[in-house]
């Protein structure tokens, strides 16, 4: 059974940073596609960065030159470095895998098969 958990959500002030973190149990396959994604209240999730065994990295534009995407196979863990944190990017923070090798769909959640329960990020202003 794949098992994701995310941890390292919190409340900064803007300008401040967090890093998660997911660590991810059960999964087996080779290949994956992972990514972090985040959810406010009244919208719909989007995809924040992803990355994949190819290491094809995406961002979404909101983000770029803030957050970095990056992983520890040895600790099965994802991370998402978030840096000069914006009151818009106050969310709930999932992370999710998935054993097929994206490159455009890395910020698609509708292509993600596994998912863990997520992290509150609130940034005041």
């Known amino acids: 059974q794949v098992r994701l958990v995310e941890s390292g959500g919190g409340s900064v002030q803007a300008g401040g940073s967090l890093r998660l973190s997911c660590t991810i149990s059960?999964?087996?396959?080779?290949?994956?596609?992972m990514g972090w994604f985040r959810q406010a209240p009244g919208k719909g999730r989007e995809g924040v960065a992803g990355?994949?065994?190819?290491?094809?990295?995406r961002y979404a534009d909101s983000v770029k030159g803030r957050f970095i995407i990056s992983q520890d196979n040895a600790k099965n863990a994802l991370y998402l470095q978030m840096n000069n944190l914006k009151p818009e990017d106050s969310a709930m923070y999932y992370c999710?895998?998935?054993?097929?090798?994206?490159?455009?769909?890395?910020?698609?959640?509708?292509?993600?098969?596994?998912w863990g329960q997520g992290t509150q990020v609130t940034v005041s202003s």
């Open positions: 059960g999964y087996t396959f080779s290949t994956y596609s």
């Open positions: 999710a895998i998935d054993n097929r090798e994206y490159n455009s769909f890395l910020l698609a959640e509708k292509w993600f098969d596994y």
């Open positions: 990355i994949s065994s190819a290491q094809t990295i």
